[in-house]
T-cell receptor, first 112, second 116 residues
Framework: KNQVEQSPQSLIILEGKNCTLQ??????????LRWYKQDTGRGPVSLTI???SENTKSNGRYTATLDADTKQSSLHITASQLSDSASYIC???????????WGAGTKLIIKP | ETGVTQTPRHLVMGMTNKKSLKCEQH?????MYWYKQSAKKPLELMFV???????ENNSVPSRFSPECPNSSHLFLHLHTLQPEDSALYLC???????????????FGPGTRLTVT
């Protein structure tokens, strides 16, 4: 069964610190993986998309990695800011039926 | 702003009421979606319209009825809902649905629905 598991479920860190969020998937065949950021009271917004051949992709202070062999992705946030407080959602696209399999998200809280 | 608007933002309804959620996209996209988002659960895809044709209906109860009059507007008609239907309902749009190209989905802010 195609699944996407995210960890931790929630995370609290101090402003200025770094953090890493994890996404493990069992989706096969794999097409691509996206990370979304969802602020409270808003819909998800795409941060980055990674295909099979990409290992690392950056978007400002956000860096996503992908290991297609172990079926793991991570989202690293550098020098966190209060505005980074949000839920981060990983979604994987199946290459067989183009369905999107969504993770439950990690709720990140940045404290001053 | 993502270019996708939803109204109302909040809705409280009794189990015998009939209400409708509205979504409008200003991005020129051809695909529109309804998702249900419950706390600590993955987004659940409910319906997909591609070029105004319904292409996906993921075993959604008949008390939810979608309508897509044109490629810019999407409605979700609600009737005789249950308390477990309380959730955030998100609308999204993308260039197209399916195919070899993975098109980014743009989401509206959602409608927070409470069924009493």
């Amino acid at each position: 069964k195609n699944q996407v598991e995210q960890s931790p479920q929630s995370l609290i860190i101090l402003e200025g610190k770094n953090c890493t969020l994890q996404c493990n998937y069992t989706v096969s065949p794999f097409s691509n993986l996206r990370w979304y950021k969802q602020d409270t009271g808003r819909g998800p917004v795409s941060l980055t998309i990674m295909t099979f051949s990409e290992n690392t992709k950056s978007n400002g202070r956000y860096t996503a990695t992908l290991d297609a062999d172990t079926k793991q992705s991570s989202l690293h946030i550098t020098a966190s800011q209060l505005s980074d407080s949000a839920s981060y959602i990983c979604v994987v696209r199946s290459d067989s039926n183009y369905q999107l399999i969504w993770g439950a998200g990690t709720k990140l809280i940045i404290k001053p | 702003e993502t270019g996708v608007t939803q109204t109302p933002r909040h809705l409280v309804m009794g189990m015998t009421n009939k209400k409708s959620l509205k979504c409008e996209q200003h991005l020129g996209h051809n695909a529109m979606y309804w998702y249900k988002q419950s706390a600590k659960k993955p987004l659940e895809l409910m319906f997909v319209y591609n070029f105004k044709e319904q292409t996906e209906n993921n075993s959604v109860p008949s008390r939810f009825s979608p309508e897509c009059p044109n490629s810019s507007h999407l409605f979700l008609h609600l009737h005789t809902l249950q308390p477990e239907d309380s959730a955030l309902y998100l609308c999204a749009s993308s260039q197209e649905w399916g195919g070899t190209i993975s098109h980014e989905q743009y989401f509206g802010p959602g409608t927070r629905l409470t069924v009493t």
